[in-house]
């Protein structure tokens, strides 16, 4: 079974831009969850996906939004980008979370954005 | 939101067992206790989880105190490629909360 894909894996982008990054999960895993990881705040929950519903949110402005499709890939989207969004940002997905924290995540390689 | 609190670091000598401590004293009945670890350059990977009773896998067990207050990730055997940051976390419905992990580093 294949793993996790995020592209593009590599990104520069220019302050106020914005960038759209796009994450496959494994093949029947119905919810995706977004991270950001930079050295001075960790991993960082963004937002969870499930059949195409936004369920959870983290701690983000609204500058960050994502979506999911009918066949369970999710894109999230940065808007007017700014030097501190500079980070790794991790897709995970899971076969569903509702069954109370058991399943496990799947994460992928990430995407390092780079904000000049 | 439950917290998870870990050391920092930790060092272990290679082919030597390592217990990895996490206090989570704010746990909810609900909440799952997971691990995982972020080997360099790489996504989290995940190690194992549990609930009230403790767990063996082929990574690693996990040991859970009767309070569920606390718990300890155990590597049996260390070996260079075990040197990671590792996660304790605690996984309510819908997402998971990641603290600063402990960084392990395993000296040959």
């Known amino acids: 079974k294949a793993g996790v894909t995020q592209t593009p894996r590599y990104l520069i982008k220019t302050r106020g831009q914005q960038v759209t990054l796009s994450c496959s999960p494994i093949s029947g895993h119905r919810s995706v969850s977004w991270y950001q990881q930079t050295p001075g705040q960790g991993l960082q929950f963004l937002f969870e996906y499930f059949s195409e519903t936004q369920r959870n949110k983290g701690n983000f402005p609204g500058r960050f939004s994502g979506r999911q499709f009918s066949n369970s890939r999710s894109e999230m989207n940065v808007s007017t980008l700014e030097l501190g969004d500079s980070a790794l940002y991790l897709c995970?997905?899971?076969?569903?979370?509702?069954?109370?924290?058991?399943?496990?995540?799947?994460f992928g390689p990430g995407t390092r954005l780079t904000v000049l | 939101d439950a917290k998870t609190t870990q050391p920092n670091s930790m060092e272990s000598n290679e082919e030597e067992p390592v217990h990895l401590p996490c206090n989570h004293s704010t746990i909810s009945g609900t909440d799952y206790i997971h691990w995982y670890r972020q080997l360099p350059s790489q996504g989290p990977e995940y190690v194992i989880h549990g609930l009230t009773s403790n767990v063996n896998n082929r990574m690693a067990s996990l040991a859970i105190a009767e309070d569920r207050k606390s718990s300890t990730l155990i590597l049996h055997r260390a070996t260079l490629r075990d040197a990671a940051v590792y996660y304790c976390?605690?996984?309510?419905?819908?997402?998971?909360?990641f603290g600063a992990g402990t960084r392990l580093t395993v000296k040959p």
């Open positions: 976390i605690l996984r309510d419905v819908y997402d998971m909360r």
């Open positions: 995970a997905s899971s076969l569903d979370l509702t069954s109370g924290g058991h399943n496990e995540q799947f």
